[in-house]
């Protein structure tokens, strides 16, 4: 396993996984720099087409991306993550903010991540969300009464079981058209999602962090 993490320019609500290990890779994308600035950390990488800030010159790893470009800067720092053989992705700044459309992107390129053997986890208020498709994934209850909330990335998904709920699944059928999975609950130790073919947006609930530690 080789983490990377990546800041993007959106809101910041603190740090909850840090960098520490050997082989951990940081990203800065754009504005996202100002994040790094924050933790006192220097990215081992900064990219962007640099339209929220200009290039800080104490940098030396700088990636200049062009204005006109297919990828988002966040996306651009996805792939990079994946040149350098990053399995485990976690982003902060990738939410919030005034730009809905970059929110759901970044949920888009969790999918782009999961589809090409690796994991995102994307950092909200106080939630986290991930991707998965054609498999299960088993969540912790971290907050009491705790919120999740899957949604359908693609026509459909099918197969979907939710247990350890309020509201169990079982062999159901998810649609983006109809939210059903807005708003669950954990019972349980420990919750399990699974869905035998398709795509899922899966988001849970995280207990606060201490308002210290908190960047808005």
């Not at 940081?26 to 220097?42: F, K, L, S, T």
């Not at 919750?191 to 899922?200: D, E, F, S, T, W």
Request: with cysteine; aromatic share 10%.
């Amino acid at each position: 396993m080789k983490r990377c993490f990546i800041f993007a320019a959106g809101t910041y609500y603190g740090m909850r996984e840090r960098p520490h290990s050997p082989g951990d890779f940081v990203i800065a994308a754009d504005a996202g720099y100002r994040i790094c600035q924050r933790e006192n950390m220097m990215p081992d990488l900064l990219l962007g087409d640099f339209d929220s800030m200009d290039p800080p010159a104490e940098v030396t790893h700088l990636c200049r991306l062009p204005v006109e470009k297919d990828d988002t800067d966040t996306l651009a720092a996805i792939r990079a993550g994946l040149e350098r053989g990053c399995t485990d992705f976690y982003i902060y700044g990738g939410t919030g903010g005034k730009r809905l459309d970059h929110t759901l992107a970044n949920l888009q390129s969790l999918l782009f991540l999961r589809r090409r053997g690796a994991r995102g986890f994307l950092y909200d208020d106080d939630f986290l969300w991930t991707v998965i498709e054609n498999e299960a994934i088993t969540i912790p209850k971290m907050v009491e009464w705790g919120l999740v909330s899957v949604f359908c990335l693609g026509d459909q998904a099918e197969g979907v079981d939710e247990t350890g709920f309020q509201y169990p699944l079982e062999g159901a059928v998810l649609r983006p058209d109809f939210p059903l999975g807005v708003s669950n609950h954990i019972l349980e130790p420990t919750a399990r999602i699974a869905v035998k073919k398709g795509a899922l947006a899966v988001g849970w609930e995280l207990p606060p962090i201490p308002k210290t530690g908190r960047q808005i």
